[in-house]
């Protein structure tokens, strides 16, 4: 049982949190409900807010000095998650870069390409998006099959990526091919010939299809790639050993989203937000809005063993599942308590309670990928049972 | 302004809990259990020794939080292994000047073990209070031999601290008998074949298990919270342990649902450790409250008082007039 870790720098994280919350208070529009809506201010309001974050040095809080960041741990990232989640993302695209993009170019890229890329990440003037699923390839990833054919000076690339948020509006695409003749086969490992490119988007034979979906605007796309030339000094890492480098991503993606942040927001938001009319609720949904509370908590406390093992240096991989699941499942739970009282009648009839019925609406919309976007509930499933069946202690400690 | 970030408890606590562990593995570990059915006067023949040589009845909780761990952490080691006496209920007695307490319902006050409280105060959530007189001459659960109605004297109001700390210390009790009952079940997967393969490699087991880790997982890091919430400030967190009394009880029916389902058959009879983690873990499932009336008293508890969070819910001021 892993009880005693290193604490939290309370105060350091709480000083951070009310500087976000005073940022996000002036800067944000109290309507903003994501970058997925469909509407070109939301984009605009999500570039501005990394604007200031980035001028104010929070945008990049977690990098390296070298690299114009603070070497924040993982307890104030954790706040910055925290607080970016729980008001609906307002780094919009930008999290990608900063959270994992920039890191790996750091990690794996050439100096040219750190020179090229970091700055202009840090500063957050540039969006990017993410090449990985392929209508074959989506838990399994190791199977996708774009291919990049080697030509003078670089590679030619022709296949099909989908599911890629933001494409219609990036810039740039981080995205994964296999060599031409190293599609998967007896005898062959399938991660073999897996190369990264850094691909600019309006290079010729690239196009972008949206897709029109349930979860909004800019969420969903096609990719397609004809002969899409790439010079060779935009493979990032070695040329047909990318696979290592997807590790990292998964790495740097390893708690994941603060889900639980947005659900405690806004289960604290309605219930301010209905008042005195609370007593007309009928007692079963309060019941379980007091339910969800409490799941939101346990989220949010998984989710702290696990950032306590990131600064003890020493992740369970369970415990990173487990919170995984947990908070994907309580973010469908919660949203689901949330639209129920948003249908209840008692929100105010004027434009707040507009605003608070459209807010959690989005949210529940959202939630509903949550068992599927980054790694389905079912693929996080597997992994925590084998790696709860292969430890010879069993149990939760 | 809002949350503090981590829980941190002192490491020597839970040693003590380990050191208690071991020595009820040694003494036998759910055999007692199974001892006790045989001739009940081991349980205080034998398993009170144990108790005795431990140090853990010398313990208040009321003297900080490495005692309170220590405790909670007790609790933990003697719900591993379903131990026959009221160790929580003992240790929760010093709050109200008892030789020990029982969390009940004015409606049906029922505890396991009635017959060893004699003396002992009862206590409703609420902080009602009454002398217990002895075990009622009702009928018994099926499930264990020792839970059964209470005979309590006449009701008086009270401080609900004593329910608030043995609430606290059967959650972590519960969690004892449930990582214990999950260990035995993913051992038991990878031991049993069927089909020619061990049944830990079919999938339908596999996230039954994932599914009740996550649970289990759950139900450790809301014991920690509300350990440390009550070594902060014991009145307020009444509802701390109420939303930990929740978690309990839901952990509780999935984990072991889980358990049974995987072991099949063999889980039920009284050979197998699983069964007796099941009888003696089951009345604190229905007293003072099950699952709902828990819940419902939540509930209430947040809509008095708000409820800590990234984004603290206030308390409802409408409340004190419905």
Not at chain 1, 178 to 188: D, M, S, Y
């Amino acid at each position: 049982m892993a009880l005693s870790t290193e604490s939290a720098p309370v105060a350091e994280t709480d000083e951070l949190r009310s500087r976000l919350r005073r940022l996000i208070e002036e800067r944000l529009p109290a309507d903003y409900v994501g970058s997925f809506t469909g509407e070109a201010s939301a984009v605009e309001t999500a570039e501005a807010f990394c604007r200031v974050l980035a001028a104010e040095q929070l945008l990049t809080l977690a990098w390296p000095e070298e690299y114009g960041g603070k070497a924040a741990g993982p307890w104030l990232q954790t706040v910055v998650r925290e607080e970016m989640w729980s008001h609906f993302e307002p780094r919009g695209a930008q999290y990608m870069g900063v959270n994992w993009i920039g890191p790996v170019i750091m990690r794996h890229g050439t100096e040219e390409q750190k020179a090229q890329h970091l700055p202009r990440i840090s500063a957050g003037d540039v969006l990017w998006c993410q090449g990985f699923s392929e209508p074959e390839a989506g838990s399994d990833l190791g199977s996708l099959r774009t291919t990049a054919t080697p030509v003078e000076g670089g590679f030619r690339i022709t296949g099909q990526k989908v599911w890629t948020s933001y494409a219609p509006i990036a810039e740039w695409c981080f995205l994964l091919a296999r060599l031409e003749g190293t599609a998967p086969g007896p005898g062959r490992d399938k991660r073999d010939g897996i190369t990264v490119f850094l691909l600019r988007t309006d290079t010729p034979g690239f196009e972008v299809r949206p897709l029109d979906t349930l979860v909004g605007a800019l969420h969903l796309n096609e990719m397609f790639f004809t002969d899409v030339f790439v010079p060779a000094e935009q493979v990032l890492g070695e040329v047909g050993n990318g696979w290592p480098i997807i590790m990292d991503v998964l790495a740097y993606e390893r708690v994941g989203i603060a889900r639980y942040a947005k659900c405690d927001r806004l289960l604290a938001e309605v219930r301010e937000h209905i008042g005195d009319r609370w007593a007309e609720v009928p007692a079963g949904l309060r019941d379980r809005w007091s339910r969800a509370l409490v799941r939101s908590r346990q989220a949010r406390l998984m989710a702290y063993r696990v950032v306590a093992s990131q600064d003890a240096g020493r992740v369970d991989p369970a415990d990173v599942s487990a919170y995984r699941i947990a908070v994907t499942v309580l973010d469908q739970e919660a949203s689901e308590v949330l639209m129920e009282l948003a249908g209840a009648g008692v929100l105010s009839p004027g434009a707040e309670g507009d605003r608070l019925a459209r807010t959690i609406e989005d949210h529940w919309r959202y939630a509903l990928a949550g068992t599927v976007s980054s790694g389905t509930i079912e693929m996080q499933r597997r992994s925590l049972a084998r790696a709860i069946i292969d430890s010879s202690a069993g149990g939760a400690r | 302004m809002t949350e503090g970030m981590r829980v941190e408890l002192p490491g020597e606590g839970i040693e003590f809990g380990r050191g208690l562990a071991a020595a009820l593995r040694k003494a036998g570990g759910v055999d007692l259990a199974r001892a006790a059915h045989r001739d009940p006067g081991s349980r205080e023949s034998v398993v009170l020794p144990i108790l005795e040589g431990s140090g853990v009845l010398e313990l208040d909780a009321r003297d900080g939080l490495d005692e309170l761990t220590a405790i909670a952490a007790a609790c933990r080691a003697a719900g591993s292994v379903a131990l026959p006496y009221p160790l929580a209920g003992r240790l929760a007695g010093a709050l109200a000047d008892a030789p020990g307490v029982a969390v009940v319902s004015a409606e049906a006050p029922a505890a396991d073990h009635a017959d060893l409280m004699t003396g002992w105060t009862a206590i409703t959530p609420e902080g009602s209070r009454a002398a217990i007189a002895g075990p009622a001459a009702t009928r018994s659960a099926v499930s264990s031999r020792f839970a059964g109605g209470l005979v309590v004297g006449p009701w008086s109001a009270g401080d609900p601290a004593p329910a608030v700390l043995l609430m606290l210390l059967q959650g972590w009790s519960v969690l004892g008998s449930l990582d214990h009952a999950l260990s035995l079940t993913i051992r038991h997967s990878r031991d049993r074949v069927q089909f020619g393969h061990p049944i830990s490699e079919y999938q339908g087991i596999q996230f039954q298990l994932a599914d009740a880790f996550v649970e289990l997982s759950a139900l450790e890091v809301t014991c920690e919270d509300a350990l440390s919430a009550y070594a902060a400030n014991a009145a307020s967190a009444v509802v701390d342990v109420l939303a930990l009394r929740v978690a309990t009880l839901e952990a509780a029916q999935k984990v072991l649902g889980v358990c049974h389902q995987v072991h099949g058959a063999i889980g039920f009879t009284d050979e197998h450790d699983l069964s007796w983690l099941t009888r003696y873990g089951h009345l604190v499932r229905r007293s003072p409250l099950g699952a709902s009336g828990t819940l419902a008293l939540l509930t209430a508890e947040i809509e008095r008082g708000g409820f800590r969070s990234l984004f603290p819910v206030p308390a409802y001021s409408g409340a004190a007039n419905g």
